[in-house]
């Protein structure tokens, strides 16, 4: 499979349904993948980037968070830019209400009442090595994915497509089981939700703000609509959507506040364990002048800011996309994809959070996204396949690798596979106290990308 950048888009695997590579390849549209990829459904994940890529934000922004989707899936997904280029200050922020008709037949968010159950999830034998106890965590949505625990590991954020909306929302719900609620507005796309560390406050990205974004729905909704009537399986596409933004709000939606508004992607973004900064991607290089289909991310890059959105700094500026950062435990540094080596092939890599020291801590043929840091221990977990054989189809599977760092200088040790499913398992991410991981699969019984979680053992 050749992986190219663009925009980062999910392939649906007919021949094993069960598989998702992911696809990154940059749309048009000129978006990128969210942080992680956003969740990916029953598809398959090839990330192919042509023209900037990002990881499946199944992003996340899977999300591959992007041509880190054809190539590698921006959410697949996914929550891009080379120079801070000219930057354009987008419209003042007004005020954006959900569809009615979504509000008044589900004002909370809920999970529809005929909806599904979960399934009862099984481990294979290699699987059992390590995970334990696996357990489906979302439910009701038509895919949902990219999620992470709130401090207290008592609660989840995540990105869902609901059964009324074409577009990914942001949702919270108790990680034992509830309904979910709705955070973002419930209209535009939205990527890669982080709680703050206090527990108080939500991160995500959202273009709820682009001026024309009626027309966007409903150039999604009447495309929806065509492939209801012909039962055409479209590949799932990541749009890095020049008017995503990054916004906090309350946990409930309210008191919401927009970080970033230059023109241009801005998405998978994380705080640090201090919540005084938050990494995240961003193409600066967009050009506003050009049509929407014409805005195509140039060279997304990492980018640290202040929490308030205040003294924002490049650190990244090499080739190619550059995403899905999270800041390590320690404050030290920060972990991200690239794929600068080879297009639309991703590679794990960090850097300093003084921009310095960077290390490339994967470098195999084959496509590597969504690394997460252990809060406590010197290992890391990622999402990865192997794209060496042409003719055989790349299966994307958890893997973790102990880490070590010596006089200023990371350096990469043993890593163990987590799973071999023939599902697809990508973005994923530890609890809190260490001793869980919950994921983004297509194990649920019809194949839809769920959130599912395991118990961690033997590290």
Not at 235 to 246: C, G, I, T
Not at 414 to 431: E, G, N, Q, Y
Request: glycine fraction near 8%; charge should be positive; charged fraction near 25%.
């Amino acid at each position: 499979m050749v992986l190219r950048r663009s925009n980062l888009a999910v392939v649906p695997f007919a021949s094993n349904p069960h598989g998702s590579p992911i696809a990154l390849r940059r749309r048009a549209v000129g978006q990128r993948v969210e942080r992680g990829l956003g969740p990916v459904s029953s598809l398959a994940v090839s990330l192919a980037i042509t023209g900037r890529v990002r990881p499946l934000g199944f992003g996340t922004g899977l999300f591959f968070r992007p041509g880190l989707f054809t190539a590698a899936l921006a959410a697949v997904w996914v929550c891009l830019g080379m120079s801070a280029a000219v930057a354009h200050a987008q419209p003042s922020p007004t005020k954006v209400e959900p569809s009615k008709a979504a509000a008044a037949a589900n004002p909370e968010g809920k999970a529809p009442a005929n909806s599904a159950g979960p399934t009862v999830p099984t481990l294979s034998p290699l699987e059992s090595e390590h995970l334990a106890n696996l357990r489906q965590v979302t439910q009701g949505m038509v895919k949902a994915g990219e999620g992470y625990f709130s401090p207290d590991g008592r609660d989840i954020v995540y990105q869902a497509v609901p059964q009324d909306y074409p577009f990914y929302q942001i949702y919270t719900q108790p990680f034992a089981g509830g309904p979910p609620r709705l955070v973002s507005t419930g209209r535009g796309r939205t990527t890669c939700s982080y709680f703050s560390p206090d527990g108080k406050r939500l991160l995500f990205a959202s273009s709820h703000l682009d001026p024309q974004l009626e027309k966007t729905e409903t150039a999604a909704r009447a495309r929806q609509e065509e492939d209801r009537r012909t039962g055409a399986r479209r590949r799932y596409e990541w749009d890095f959507d020049p008017f995503m933004d990054l916004f906090e709000s309350d946990l409930d939606g309210g008191n919401r506040k927009q970080l970033t508004s230059a023109y241009g992607y801005d998405a998978e973004g994380a705080y640090s364990k201090d919540g005084k900064l938050i990494a995240f991607c961003r193409d600066s290089e967009a050009d506003p002048k050009a049509p929407v289909s014409d805005a195509r991310p140039k060279n997304p890059d990492i980018y640290l800011m202040n929490a308030d959105g205040s003294k924002v700094r490049r650190l990244t500026s090499a080739p190619g996309y550059d995403g899905g950062p999270f800041i390590s435990p320690d404050g030290q540094w920060i972990v991200f994809r690239s794929d600068r080596k080879k297009e639309s092939y991703l590679q794990l890599y960090v850097i300093g959070i003084d921009g310095k020291n960077e290390t490339a801590l994967t470098d195999n043929d084959g496509v590597n996204w969504g690394p997460y840091w252990h809060p406590t221990k010197p290992l890391l977990v990622w999402s990865g396949a192997d794209h060496s054989n042409p003719n055989a189809r790349p299966n994307y599977d958890l893997w973790i690798m102990r880490y070590s760092v010596e006089k200023g200088r990371m350096t990469p040790g043993k890593i163990t596979r987590l799973t071999d499913s023939p599902a697809a398992d990508v973005l994923p991410v530890f609890s809190p106290d260490g001793q869980r991981l919950m994921w983004t699969s297509t194990r649920a019984a019809d194949r839809s990308s769920q959130l599912f979680t395991a118990e961690l053992r033997g590290f």
